[in-house]
């Protein structure tokens, strides 16, 4: 059994072994709220993390946006597609991908773009404005918004090897917010997860499979879990629901090691059963728009530019097929095509 006691030593212990500067996280089981919270909003700060800090929440926001266009009544196959990552639209664009690439599940943060229009254009409101008056206030989510808060925790990119620098300020374009700009607390988290809890089953219905798993509209979905990751500005955060088990897990992180944390967390707490899935790697190297991947004598070493700081993130995991989390997940559908970072790579090198 879960207790307050345990989720706040399996956050500590979590952040003890990843060095992240400080998290939060949040659980509710049956309508019970537990909340634990470790470390400071930034390096060489003595202002601790709290339940109620604000995060960015990444893209975590895909969940909410998928959410406003079902109460705005446009999820038609053309909007189904952008909200599954189904309608062959590369990750930054709205170009198509890749022949080699074509037919497969890709991520497109592009795709939410569209689909934020679509809803914005039946309203006849902003964007900002109708997921407000769609989906924030009916759900009382009054720490959730695009502005950045007072006494947020601030994000750490990478510095070096092993250590970390906080990002002062971020820039976050607001043409990008439907993909990833909302900040967000475990708090919010939880009662969002909680309306999921209890409808939206047609956002929740798969649409495609990749990576060992099948991907709905804004979640994925697995055995006994729906979930989704974000990460940018030197951020990581986390929502996980369990509906057979009434369970909901919110974990917001400050720091690009924040998955590594979140990974840790889930597994302390048992809340997803081990994948059997399974899959192959090729090695070369791998590249699209920005985002390349190079896969050799069994890691894989990835590197993409975080939209918000400009700062190169850089990744190097060993390939694997049935990971906890979705995001430390790599696959290789195709000959000489890549699904790393989520979005389909083409082969530009043996």
Not at 108 to 133: C, D, I, K, M
Not at 332 to 339: N, T
């Amino acid at each position: 059994m879960i207790t307050r006691f345990s989720l706040e030593e399996t956050l500590r212990d979590a952040r003890a072994a990843t060095g992240v500067p400080g998290a939060a996280v949040g659980l509710s089981i049956a309508g019970e709220h537990s909340f634990a919270a470790d470390g400071v909003l930034a390096l060489g700060s003595s202002e601790p993390v709290r339940a109620e800090t604000p995060f960015r929440i990444a893209s975590v926001t895909k969940p909410f946006v998928a959410t406003l266009c079902f109460e705005a009544g446009v999820l038609d196959d053309e909007v189904a597609a952008w909200l599954s990552h189904t309608a062959g639209l590369r990750c930054e664009s709205a170009e198509p991908l890749p022949e080699s690439c074509l037919g497969l599940w890709s991520y497109s943060n592009a795709g939410y773009w569209a689909a934020a229009a679509r809803a914005v254009a039946a309203v006849g409101s902003p964007f900002e404005a109708a997921l407000q008056t769609l989906v924030l206030d009916p759900l009382e989510l009054s720490a959730t918004g695009f502005d950045e808060p007072a006494d947020c925790a601030r994000g750490h990119v990478q510095e070096g090897e092993t250590g970390h620098r906080a990002v002062l300020s971020d820039a976050y374009p607001v043409a990008r917010r439907p993909s990833g700009g909302l900040w967000s607390t475990v708090g919010d988290l939880l009662r969002f997860g909680e309306r999921h809890l209890d409808g939206y089953d047609e956002l929740h219905r798969p649409r495609a499979r990749a990576l060992g798993a099948e991907y709905a509209l804004g979640w994925w979905v697995r055995e006994g879990a729906l979930d989704h990751e974000g990460s940018v500005a030197g951020y990581q955060s986390l929502l996980m629901l369990a509906p057979a088990k009434r369970l909901v897990l919110a974990l917001l992180t400050n720091s690009w090691r924040g998955s590594g944390l979140a990974r840790r967390v889930v597994e302390g707490l048992d809340l997803v059963p081990p994948s059997r899935g399974g899959g192959r790697y090729e090695e070369g190297r791998y590249a699209l728009d920005g985002i390349s991947a190079t896969v050799r004598d069994g890691w894989v070493c990835e590197q993409e530019t975080d939209p918000a700081t400009g700062a190169l993130v850089e990744r190097r995991y060993r390939p694997s097929f049935r990971a906890t989390l979705m995001s430390h997940r790599s696959d290789f559908p195709r000959e000489g095509v890549a699904l790393i970072g989520w979005t389909a790579l083409p082969r530009v090198e043996a």
